[in-house]
């Protein structure tokens, strides 16, 4: 089944995730890249986390993620500072080895309609992870709905090879650009051709 692609505002948001292994640190580290807020409960931490990263050090409960009132547990990481769960998570990513404990999390997220990735389990998530290129805020997703991840890597390196460099200052340049302009001329018709002028000149400078 093929997902529809989405583009969605994390920043400030509240990201939950349960495990502390390799794939939860990457997890971590790319939810943070779009400026998310990560919490990490975990009761082994296997390895090393983002120093932004609030880590829980214990094994995951409803209450994270149902958020009654608040945990008083110490966050031991980086931040330094408590979590509270009195915040729902905007969306939760499960990456434990246990299954019995990726399905209660799915549950409990899609009972209370949480957007949430169970890793390497399809059938447990109402979203799944592209592969991603980025460069500032232009951003390029790739997926494969789940089946081939290597079909999905062997697009992104083509698509990497397409991308004109410095693609990202180009389109702050031409956000700047319509800024101006969408105050200045008043056609459309106008506006459009600016637009096209500017982005040739833009792509083909040295």
Known sequence: MAYFPIMVDLEGKKVLIIGGGETAARKAEMMLEFGARV??????????????????????????ISCPGTGDDTAAGDTGAEETFGEEPFLIIAATDDRKVNEEVARLAMERHIPINVVDDEPLCSFTFPAVIRDRDVVVSVSSGGKSPLVTQHVKKQL?????????????EMGELRKRIRETVPGQKERKQIYKEELERLLNRE
Do not use: Q, S, Y
């Not at 009761?43 to 994270?64: G, T, Y």
């Not at 990497?160 to 702050?172: F, K, R, S, T, V």
């Open 39 to 64: 919490t990490v409960v975990t009761k082994e931490l296997r390895a090393a986390m983002p120093e932004a990263v609030n880590v829980i050090n214990r094994a995951f409960r409803p209450e994270d």
């Open 160 to 172: 990497l090879a397409a991308m004109p460099p410095h693609i990202g200052e180009i389109n702050d």
